[in-house]
């Protein structure tokens, strides 16, 4: 609850920022310790699946993303292993879309759709237009870190930005 009014204070003042490209942020606890991925997962109730947890990083980076007059939301987060966070991934997508809710920014309920493959530059993505709205997605990469963007175009600038071809392993 508390976490979807700090991204509604964000989506209401990223136009004032006056840039075009995602804005990263870190959440911290009220003595300025950032938190860890899980911990932020249990605050948010974001019901990421066991085998992605289990093979995350700690660190953590929320994106904000002005997209035609909507603000958009992703997340990256590092792995232990490049391979096992990859087969992770893809054996739980059905539950990605549910997983990241918090990250949506919209009241309307998401239904999942199916998941295909695409390629953004040296990136592989696999994406699901998510209904009923289909410019709501939700985009995966795994590159030197995890990158998830909520629309094709936030994945985009994502990693345009923050993402390297430099592998963890």
């Known amino acids: 609850e508390q976490f979807s009014l700090k991204l509604s204070e964000i989506a209401q003042s990223l136009p004032e920022q006056n840039t075009t490209a995602p804005i990263s942020f870190l959440i911290t606890d009220p003595n300025g310790t950032p938190l860890t991925l899980n911990s932020f997962a249990k605050i948010t109730k974001m019901q990421l699946p066991q085998a992605v947890l289990d093979q995350a990083g700690d660190a953590f980076e929320i994106y904000a993303y002005q997209e035609s007059g909507n603000t958009r939301f992703g997340i990256g987060f590092d792995y232990i292993t490049r ?6 991934l893809s054996d739980n997508e059905l539950s990605l879309p549910d997983a990241f809710t918090p990250l949506y920014n919209t009241t309307q309920t998401i239904q999942p759709g199916v998941f295909a493959d695409n390629v953004y530059g040296n ?18 990469t795994v590159a030197d870190k995890v990158y998830v963007g909520t629309s094709k175009n936030s994945q985009r600038a994502i990693l345009d930005k923050y993402a390297t071809d430099d592998f963890q392993n």
Request: aromatic fraction near 12%.
């Open 83 to 88: 391979q096992d966070m990859s087969d992770a």
């Open 123 to 140: 990136y592989a993505v696999r994406f699901s237009n998510l209904l009923p709205d289909e410019s709501v997605s939700i985009d995966y």
